[in-house]
């Protein structure tokens, strides 16, 4: 019997604080990531990065437990999706930065003999910085090694309901018992260089555009917050960046009570429980916020399950 595959694909993030300096050297030599055409200067600026990044993220890394909350994430993710699957489909994640890496993967899928490989990116929106670098590497290293297997390919799911159920849930799991008119909200994406969408990266029209799905579906379950915003976070270098940024944004909230939630991410990572959870709680009480609460990633909710499993369905 032929047998197929599913592998889920992210940028991954260190496993120990070992890997921290790992992680940073292949994502600053992506060329997707630093978008110069001459592979000597992306080597020089990402060398630059990596030297004066390196410390202050194992410190990050090193209050976060010792590795990226994304890891164990992942794998509970997997080992959830692989059960409602059954044996007949392998289960299986590649991460762009870290271990696993698609080589290795690609590898137990060879010895495995499998005839179709369905790639599912976790990244909602799509973007060249993240799904297409995803992908391309898939691309290449199975190309090495002379695969045989189709590979069909996912480039977004922001549209998906019962993802986007997964999203509410999550949300209502931070308001609790509280009046949803007693807080904004702010759905913040990780930001992208201004030149990056001038080039033609379709993220932020995705971002955009999944905003106003989640805005009504929160009409229709009642989740009336006293107004919604969108921000973008993570900015780093003297760049135009996307507007408006988090900070921004949140010195405009008149309200004093915010949910955020990481809409750019299904996993929880560095910049959920470090960036947003600590070191913005920080400029929001600057603020005088009363509430400032983070919703987690969608994780290995039962409803992101269901939405894999809708969407390999429709692979198919």
């Not at 197929?4 to 890997?19: D, F, T």
């Not at 003999?113 to 391309?136: A, C, F, G």
């Not at 995705?206 to 973008?232: D, G, P, S, T």
């Amino acid at each position: 019997m032929k047998k197929e595959a599913v592998i889920l694909l992210n940028m991954g993030g260190p496993n120990n604080l070992h890997e921290v300096e790992m992680f940073l050297k292949n994502m600053f030599a992506d060329k997707n990531i630093l978008t110069m055409k001459s592979d000597a200067v992306r080597k020089m600026v990402g060398g630059m990065i990596v030297f004066n990044r390196t410390e202050s993220s194992q410190e990050i890394y090193r209050q976060l437990g010792g590795k990226s909350p994304i890891v164990d994430h992942t794998k509970n993710l997997v080992k959830k999706l692989q059960s409602k699957l059954g044996e007949n489909v392998i289960v299986d994640f590649v991460m762009r930065y870290t271990p696993p890496f698609a080589a290795e993967v690609i590898e137990r899928l060879e010895a495995a003999n499998v005839d179709k490989i369905y790639l599912i990116p976790l990244y909602p929106q799509y973007s060249t910085t993240t799904t297409k670098s995803s992908l391309e590497d898939f691309e290449e290293q199975y190309h090495k090694v002379n695969g045989q297997a189709l590979l069909v390919e996912k480039k977004h799911f922001f549209e998906n309901e019962s993802y986007n159920k997964a999203i509410l849930q999550r949300i209502q799991e931070r308001i609790g018992e509280d009046d949803y008119r007693d807080f904004d909200i702010i759905f913040s994406a990780h930001g992208l260089p201004q030149k990056i969408v001038d080039a033609g990266d379709v993220y932020q029209k995705h971002i955009e555009r999944h905003v106003e799905i989640l805005k009504k579906m929160m009409q229709e379950e009642n989740m009336n917050f006293y107004n919604v915003h969108l921000a973008y976070q993570s900015k780093v270098g003297p760049l135009a960046w996307l507007k408006p940024s988090l900070e921004e944004k949140l010195e405009l909230v008149r309200n004093r009570g915010v949910i955020v939630f990481p809409i750019a991410f299904t996993i929880d990572n560095s910049e959920t429980d470090f960036e947003l959870s600590v070191e913005y709680k920080e400029i929001a009480q600057k603020f005088g916020f009363e509430e400032y609460r983070v919703c987690a990633c969608p994780n290995d909710s039962d409803l992101f399950v269901d939405a894999l499993i809708e969407i390999y369905e429709k692979m198919k």
